[in-house]
């Protein structure tokens, strides 16, 4: 026991020994709180006071789930696997499945991740005649989310105005759309976890009994319903100890509400946190760096966070002259960490919006760096990989509706759009699935081509009945048809093809807990992973994701690239006081995932849509105090003391040519006007008569003006 427990200091030590009743450990990044719980979990089966099925452990990402299955499993002679440690959607799939009649689904349910969620969304639009432009998917889709996360079911909701109505009757049809179909989205796990638990009573006892000790982690940001979740299974006997910070609470946008630190401590009686504020992650420039930023934010909970590490290296500054560059930059310094002996899975590049890992991507190809994205287009998300899982699916059950009108006509048999809009007309009268429809379609060429589609499914599911989850996904390649579509244009699909031979691959190395549900657990596992599963599995790769996804994560070497107004903060956050603030919690998360070298890149001009912008500097780069920066680039300029005086940073964006679209004026040229005074021409929007300049003045700042009224001269 010693050994587990030498090396905590006394508050690390006071968390992971608390008597066996409810505790939040408040503390900031890298003070411990994800080792103390994974201890505490050791510890508590160590010494006899639970066994492993009486935990309860939920973490924010499968990544961290399998990272703390590893450390535990060091830690004490346990079979992690058949733990219950996974993160929240994870652990209400596997209840699910355990309870599938219960909660009045078929027992091979599948799950609709958010594309395919936004897909099922089209799809009842269309079949009740609902204008997309006026309901669009995407907003549909907010609303039945943050419902559902919310704990509303659309019964229970009422609205005055007939916009609002609409919305509620569209989340009425879309629950019966799915449950028609057998299929459930992320939210639904959790909704339909919480009412099974909260209806029937005998069950709910039963694990309230058996998970003495829940333990979880960021609890920061969890949202109303995984709190109340969270709260029916701790019920008043069981032991919740909850770990978080409020200072890295980044998904309000999705519902997350940091006051559930404050319900915890009232709910559970707890008399008030457990603090931790020795770092051991960072060095001390870092650190400091973090807590000069974070410090910005108001009605923060209070944190002091110090470290035992020396100052460390000073904190790398580069402003690049393009995206480009940044991205050269950034391999270029990759590689000489290399040469100096870093590995590279231990460097993590981090972004704030998926897109930008494009212009880094190419660059790492070029480089011929092996690099790992987190988040992006998945291994799991790839449109050939998506056809053979939807087979896949057809096979475990031929009425997910989805799947079948994925693959119906891929490859290409024949059944043209209006086939299908005759299934769908059968499937709403009759209240059938498409597939009962196609099975019950009459005679006629229309009828043949279904007929034969059935058939192959049919055939599908009667050869594979025997065979292992790998021979069945080989069998259905070939059956398909889809192998040989993609082999008749080898050229382009070279890839593709390689994807679906790592697709059996993943399928041999997937070994399910019950055999013969060996199909759907796999399909489960597909849509729970998609975001963290690559390819080139054991192979050292830099690590690439957005500072989302790096939450928790620790990494010797780190770059936060694109530091721009705009773009990190995002402009969404612009008008919005409590969005800003957010934007910096998530500063202080990226920055506070570096234990060793830390750098901060931005571009004086990106390509953002196919446009080339020219953005200037974020504020969080001012915000870290200036002696602890070593400037890299050439180009940068001092730091700006105020907001007002960017300009600096603008006054020479990559040349370009007076043009005549604009009026003779050109991107990138000085330029004053009347009342403004002096600025910079940063963008450009319009043409013809109607011409807007974008303009940054060095003493009001961003301007958009009118090239038909402004008085603008050349400086
Ligand atoms: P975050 O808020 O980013 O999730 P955290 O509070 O969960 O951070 P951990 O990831 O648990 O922090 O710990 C940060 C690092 O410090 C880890 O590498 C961990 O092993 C190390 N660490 C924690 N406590 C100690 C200790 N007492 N002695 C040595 N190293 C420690
Ligand atoms: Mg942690």
Known sequence: MSDLLSGLNPEQLSAVTWPAKSALVLAGAGSGKTRVLTTRIAWLIQTGQVSPAGILAVTFTNKAAREMQTRLGAMIPVNVKTMWIGTFHGLCNRFLRAHYRDAGLPSTFQILDSADQQAAIKRLLKSLDVSDEKFPPRAVQNFINGNKESGVRADALSAHDAYTKKLIELYAAYDAQCQREGVVDFAELLLRSYEVLSRNAALAEHYKSRFRFILVDEFQDTNRLQYAWLKLLAGRDNALFAVGDDDQSIYAFRGAEVGNMRSLLVDFGIDGPVRLEQNYRSAGNILTAANALIEKNDGRLGKNLWTEAGEGEPIRLYDAYSDGDEAEFICDEVKALQRDGWRLSDIAVLYRSNAQSRALEHALVNAKLPYRVYGGLRFFERQEIKHALAYLRLIANPDDDNALLRVINIPARGIGARTVEGLQAASREQGISLWQAACASGSGRAAASLGKFVLLIDQLRARTSTLNLAETVSLLLDDSGLKAMYEADKKESEERLANLDELINAAAGFFPQDPEQAVVEFLSAASLEAGEHQAEAGQDALQLMTVHAAKG???????????????????????????????????????????????????????????????????????????????????????????????????????????????????????????????????????????????????????????????????
């Open 553 to 715: 994560l620790e990494f010797d070497a780190v770059f936060v690239s694109g530091l721009e107004e705009g773009l990190f903060p995002h402009e969404n956050s612009f008008n919005d006081p409590k969005g800003l603030e957010e934007e910096r919690r998530l500063m202080y998360v990226a920055v506070t995932r570096a234990r060793k070298r830390l750098y901060l890149s931005s571009a004086q001009s990106r390509m953002l849509h196919g446009l080339s912008r020219y953005p200037i500097r974020s504020r969080f780069v001012d915000e870290v105090p200036g002696q602890l920066l070593h400037v890299l680039s050439a180009t940068v300029k001092p730091l700006p003391v105020s907001h007002n005086a960017r300009a600096p940073w603008l006054e020479q964006p990559p040349p370009s040519r007076p043009s005549a679209n604009l009026k003779g004026f050109a991107i990138g040229q000085s330029v004053t006007h009347a009342k403004f005074g002096l600025g910079v021409v940063i963008d450009a929007e319009g043409g013809g008569d109607d011409v807007r300049l974008h303009i940054n003045f060095a003493e009001h700042g961003l301007k958009w003006l009118d090239l038909r009224y402004a008085k603008l001269s050349a400086a």
